[in-house]
């Protein structure tokens, strides 16, 4: 399947990913509280961008089926972005006030530019990495839950079978109508490369 097949080709990004100081923290529960407010902002931020790109391919689609099942997948970042929300009033945070990192930006933007500009098949592929890795970092997390761990409600989310359902249905798009070539490949790539660079912001913009 083509989707594991980009999923293997990236395999070394997402071990750095799983890697990643803020991963790392965010699974012992020593994440600082201010770094998680921080990369929630922006992951809201970023969620707004990502339903725009899904309601884009929703446009552009000529097969109905297809229109019809993103419309859905736009239905379940709604969902998403009421866990920020969640974390929104906890943290006190005004999602509409957000102002993006570089990081943030770059990704949101090349998502937006693909959306508008290039194939279907591409739009799914620069979208697949940010699920398909988060479903991976919730698995590989679970472990780490422990009675009153921090970010116990992140790790579920990711994790549970609703996440799990999401992923297989974004994939399966993939499988359908994208074709191993390299600008499939490529936008794959760079926004796997965006999802490492959204841990690092948090933890560099501390001020």
């Not at 446009?59 to 974390?87: G, I, N, Q, T, W």
Request: hydrophobic content about 45%; glycine content about 2%.
């Amino acid at each position: 399947m083509l989707h594991d097949t980009l999923w293997n080709a990236n395999a070394e990004l997402v071990r750095r990913c799983l890697e990643h100081p803020f991963v790392r923290r965010l699974a012992a529960g020593t994440l600082d509280r201010e770094a998680f407010r921080r990369y929630v902002a922006q992951d809201a931020f970023f969620l707004r961008a990502f339903f725009r790109a899904y309601a884009l391919a929703t446009a552009r689609c000529v097969d109905f089926d297809h229109a019809r099942r993103f419309h859905e997948l736009m239905a379940s970042v709604l969902d998403e972005l009421k866990l920020h929300a969640h974390y929104a009033k906890t943290l006190d945070i005004n999602l509409d006030a957000v102002q993006p990192y570089a990081a943030t930006s770059a990704y949101t933007e090349f998502l937006l530019r693909i959306a508008w500009h290039n194939s279907v098949a591409e739009i799914i592929a620069a979208m697949v990495p940010c699920i398909r890795l988060y479903r991976y970092l919730g698995n590989e997390l679970t472990s780490s839950l422990r009675p009153q761990h921090p970010y116990v409600d992140w790790i579920r989310t990711y994790s549970g079978d609703e996440f799990k359902d999401l992923c297989a249905r974004l994939e399966s798009l993939l499988d359908e109508v994208a074709s191993d070539s390299p600008f499939v490949r490529d936008a794959y790539c760079y926004a796997m490369r965006c999802e490492l660079d959204f841990f690092s912001a948090p933890l560099e913009n501390e001020q």
